[in-house]
């Protein structure tokens, strides 16, 4: 299910421009201004400069103790993040990180990325990045807020890694400057009447908010008898514009609040796509692995010795055993809808012919070879020689999570 939540983690790789740096493939790329990044970068930043809601700015700092210096271009206060467009120039790039506001903690290079288009970028002007800040709660309390950028980084453009030893210099401080009229103004509200079930269980929508900054999704799940706490996957789009879900809060009674990127052009028509509901269980699944007939060896598990879990219209199948653990293919059937194990690591017991338990381990998820997804557990470090030596080893899987995957796509804002 092509589910994306709320982030990706960074890896960088940047060059310089005017002295002579060139822009490397790895997430860097050349645009014509500082703005040009801005709105291919970051969701809404257009229709935010046509609300007048982007804040141009004038302040530049030299970097202590390097030539290279920043100048903060524009800053536009979503609900979203707080987003501080900046501009570095000199001999070589930097980029903020390790940012520290008088309102929470922002991210620079570290951290989640929210961005689909690179992760800085080149003009005649310099190096363009953006600083992740938190947003700013109403009601105000000052007309300026406090920045404080700990640590920069200089980018290094022949190796994938962030920065070479000893080019970590700061801190850079600044005010920028913040009013009401500066922030999101209220949304505009659409009543929906959509509901689906698939399999039993149902969705349903019944109210849209559009501002701005961001786009917020009021409905419920209902699930069947022994499920609980619902999530939802999905997506909207705006025209032809897909938006990610960047939030999710559960209310009483399956009702939720799912928070979406905001469009760059409104109005729009708007729709929902749909993938699926993922939701926690009751259920204790257990079996016997044959832990002595491997040997100690390292082996994919064979047909006639594969070891079956199974769990709503899928299964855990045990299909790797090394001498410290195992792992188990997630399987499911090629229909929808469909709920099988969830892409998640179940809570896991492992129980030796006396008893001993193991619960705390190394555990993994996703890709576990021969081009198979599933989860992995790494118990034989914590457990004693003796049940290492077992001939049979119980499994336990904990109220593992399970997912309903389905795909349709409804029609929310008509043109």
């Not at 832990?291 to 045990?318: C, H, I, N, S, T």
């Amino acid at each position: 299910m092509r589910r994306k939540l709320l982030w990706l983690v960074m890896v960088l790789l940047l060059a310089g421009c005017t002295s002579g740096y060139e822009p490397g493939s790895y997430g860097s790329r050349r645009v014509g201004s500082p703005v040009e990044y801005a709105r291919a970068a970051i969701p809404g930043w257009v229709r935010a400069e046509q609300e007048g809601l982007v804040v141009p700015l004038d302040g530049a700092f030299d970097i202590p103790g390097t030539g290279a210096r920043i100048k903060l271009e524009a800053v536009w206060y979503s609900p979203l993040h707080t987003y501080l467009l900046y501009t570095t120039a000199g001999d070589r790039p930097f980029m903020a990180t390790f940012i520290r506001t008088g309102w929470g903690t922002g991210m620079g290079d570290w951290g989640p990325n929210p961005y689909h288009h690179g992760y800085g970028a080149f003009s005649g002007e310099g190096f363009h990045q953006v600083m992740l800040l938190p947003p700013v709660e109403r009601p105000l309390s000052a007309d300026t807020l406090a920045v404080e950028v700990e640590k920069w980084y200089a980018m290094t453009p022949d190796k994938r890694s962030l920065a070479e030893p000893g080019t970590h210099v700061g801190p850079v401080a600044f005010e920028l400057p913040v009013r009401e009229e500066y922030l999101d103004p209220a949304p505009e509200q659409f009543a929906l009447d959509r509901e689906g079930t698939w399999l039993g269980r149902t969705l349903r929508v019944d109210r849209l908010e559009v501002s701005v900054g961001q786009a917020r999704l009021h409905g419920s799940i209902a699930l069947l008898p022994g499920e609980h706490e619902p999530g939802l996957g999905a997506e909207l789009v705006f025209g032809d514009s897909v938006r990610e879900m960047v939030g999710y809060v559960r209310g009483p009674n399956g009702s939720f609040v799912a928070t979406f990127e905001p469009p760059d052009g409104w109005p729009a028509p708007v729709s929902l796509k749909l993938y699926g509901i993922q939701f926690k269980t009751e259920e204790v699944l257990e079996a016997v692995i044959p832990w002595g007939q491997f040997g100690g060896q390292e082996a994919v598990v064979k047909p006639a010795d594969l070891l079956v879990m199974p769990f709503y219209d899928g299964a855990y199948r045990l299909h790797r055993v090394d001498p410290r653990g195992v792992s188990f293919e997630i399987m499911r059937p090629d229909r929808l809808p469909r709920v099988t194990p969830a892409n998640a690591i179940p809570a896991a017991e492992f129980i030796g012919p006396d008893g001993e338990t193991v619960t705390d381990m190394q555990r993994g998820g996703g890709h576990i070879g021969e081009g198979k997804d599933g989860v992995s557990y790494q118990f034989a470090d914590e457990a004693s020689p003796a049940m290492r030596a077992a001939d049979e080893i119980t499994v336990r899987f904990i109220h593992p999570p399970a997912l309903l995957e389905f795909a349709e796509t409804w029609s929310l804002v008509a043109p």
